[in-house]
Structure formats: structure tokens, C-alpha cells
């Protein structure tokens, strides 16, 4: 198994009384306490203390005044020059006021930026993203819920919540479809939506811009070949007993498949991920199949009818 380290993005949420602090700590350091929303500033009588990082960009950037040191002591604070400033940072600046010209004349990527930003499908569905660092294979990220929009990345809209017979016609006319796990619409948020071949092979994405649909070897890379490491903890969305315990952090749910006849099948036992890519001999999806009662993740090729969960990933993000 490749050894591999996942790390989710940056947070600030600690707080902490405001305090003199002495010995080597400097303007811009964290205060010795680690609270991570305060940082060490010069008083007006000289001494050091601590001020909370919410309160130094309060004021909206404007064109009459230079960025000046607010943005020096998030800067330092960061203890990292600005292109390597964390979304989360960047995030607190942008709602603090400073606009994308602002931050990209700081020295702020493009990328950086984007990053700072939600992950929005085209139904406006946001999404949480883990980075992922792969020996041999290199950084890429992914998100960390199944796909639940009804619509491609274009705006054009997926035929969705058929009946069997519906599910039955799209694949005989090639029709991209989605349906809800268990074909109920409760399950959506909990366990994304399930989607036919056609969504992946028609030409169209699904995923947000500048996202795709993981292939096998994507999410071979990310939990192993142990069906455990994918599985989410506990039966909140696997049925007891489930020795799932997250491993590879993709907290993947049994939201089961749909038949090529439009029966709902293995609905909290087993999760299906369809890949974008095609068998060339048989035509069929190259699939990732996650049981409940299985200590090994199978790949397998799964008909274009057949409905399954898309997970999205990206190396550019």
C-alpha cells in the first residue's frame, strides 16, 4: 500500500482573553497560548499584547489608504509570504472588505483566490474539500461529499427522479440520468444522488468548474484497497454492523446503485463510484464498488444503465 498523508485546509476558531506576553514573541506572532484567532500586537504603552484577528480588518480596504498593517500582521501572522497564505486567511480578508485587487497587489495568486472561495455545483450545492498527497503520484484534492447536483457544469439540466420505466428509456436512448439513493429525496444530502453512465460519457461534466469525476485509480490512491478506510463511521449511513472507520478520510456512505431495470438495490451495504472512463472492449464504466460486509474494495466495469455515486477531483484547484 502507498504510504499516504491527508491534511484538511486551515481553520481558525480558538479565542482567547487578551493578555500581555513577554519573552520572544514579536508583533504578528501567535501568542503563546496558540489561540489561533488572536495574534500578538504593539500596545499604546509599549507592552505587547493580543488583539483579535477579526477585529484588524474591520475596516474595508479602500483606494484612499494603503493595505498597510493590517495586512502586514496577517501576513505575519501567517509566518509565510502571501503566495503561501492559506484559503482560510484569504477568506477572512475578503469578508472583511479587501477586494481580489487588493489582494492580488499583496502578492495573492490567482489560485489562491479561487481556492479562498466555495466549491459550488450547478444546483449552488457547496462542498468541502480535502487535500490529498500521494508518494509516487504526487498532490492532488477531492471532495469530500458525493456529487448531488441535477444539472453539468454548463447549465444544462439532467433528467432525473424517473421511474423505473424512465430509468429504463434513458439508457435506451443514451440519456444522461440522476435518481435519489433509495428514490427518496431525503437521502440526498446525506448521500449525493446516483447517476447513469451517460452523465460521465456524453461530453459533459458534472463536477464544479475545474473539477472531475474521480477515476479508480484516484480513489485507489486516497483509502487503499481496504473497504473499511472508505466507509464512514458508525450506521448513519451504513446498516449494523459497519466496521468503517474513515481512514482515508472520504467519509464515503452506502448510498447503493440502481439496476439497469430501475430497481434501487444495496441501499447502506455497498457504495458504487462510476469512473469517466470506458472500457474500450466492452463499453461498459470502470466502476469502484465499497461493501459493507467486504474487507476489499473491488473494481469492476458496470453497465452505462447502471446507477452510481460520483465523487469529484481535482489537481489544479
Avoid at 209 to 217: D, E, F, V
Avoid at 265 to 274: N, S
Wanted: hydrophobic residues 35%; aromatic residues 8%.
Amino acid at each position: 500500500m502507498k504510504t499516504l498523508f491527508l491534511s484538511a485546509l486551515i481553520s481558525f476558531s480558538a479565542t482567547a482573553q487578551d493578555m500581555d506576553v513577554v519573552g520572544s514573541l514579536k508583533v504578528g506572532q501567535m501568542p503563546i497560548d496558540n489561540a489561533a484567532n488572536k495574534v500578538v500586537v504593539q500596545k499604546a504603552d509599549g507592552k505587547l499584547g493580543t488583539r483579535d484577528l477579526n477585529s484588524l480588518a474591520a475596516a474595508p480596504a479602500d483606494t484612499s489608504r494603503s493595505l498597510g498593517s493590517d495586512l502586514d500582521i496577517f501576513k505575519t501572522f501567517c509566518s509565510c509570504p502571501p503566495e503561501n497564505m492559506p484559503p482560510s486567511m484569504i477568506r477572512k480578508l475578503r469578508e472583511s472588505g479587501y477586494s481580489e485587487e487588493d489582494l492580488s497587489l499583496m502578492g495573492v495568486s490567482e489560485q489562491q483566490i479561487r481556492r479562498s472561495k466555495p466549491v459550488v455545483d450547478g444546483d449552488g450545492n457547496v462542498y468541502e474539500v480535502m487535500k490529498v498527497v500521494v508518494q509516487e503520484v504526487g498532490t492532488f484534492y477531492v471532495l469530500k461529499e458525493n456529487l448531488k447536483t441535477t444539472k453539468f457544469n454548463d447549465g444544462t439540466v439532467i433528467a432525473g427522479n424517473l421511474p423505473a420505466s424512465g430509468w429504463v428509456n434513458a439508457a435506451a436512448t443514451q440519456t444522461p440520468a440522476w435518481a435519489y439513493p433509495e428514490n427518496n429525496a431525503v437521502n440526498k444530502d446525506k448521500y449525493g444522488l446516483l447517476y447513469n453512465g451517460y452523465v460521465l460519457t456524453e461530453g459533459k461534466n458534472a463536477c464544479p468548474l475545474g473539477w472531475t469525476p474521480a477515476n479508480n485509480s484516484d480513489l485507489m490512491n486516497i483509502g487503499s484497497s481496504t473497504a473499511e478506510y472508505f466507509r464512514a463511521v458508525g450506521t448513519d449511513t451504513w446498516d449494523f454492523p459497519n466496521s468503517g472507520n474513515n481512514f482515508s478520510g472520504l467519509n464515503v456512505p452506502g448510498a447503493g446503485g440502481i439496476e439497469i431495470d430501475g430497481d434501487d438495490v444495496a441501499f447502506r451495504i455497498a457504495a458504487v463510484f462510476h469512473s469517466y472512463q470506458v472500457n474500450p472492449s466492452s463499453g461498459d464504466i470502470m466502476s469502484t464498488t465499497v461493501l459493507k460486509d467486504s474487507e476489499t474494495v473491488t473494481q469492476n466495469d458496470k453497465p452505462k444503465a447502471y446507477g452510481g455515486s460520483i465523487r469529484c477531483v481535482s489537481i489544479s484547484w
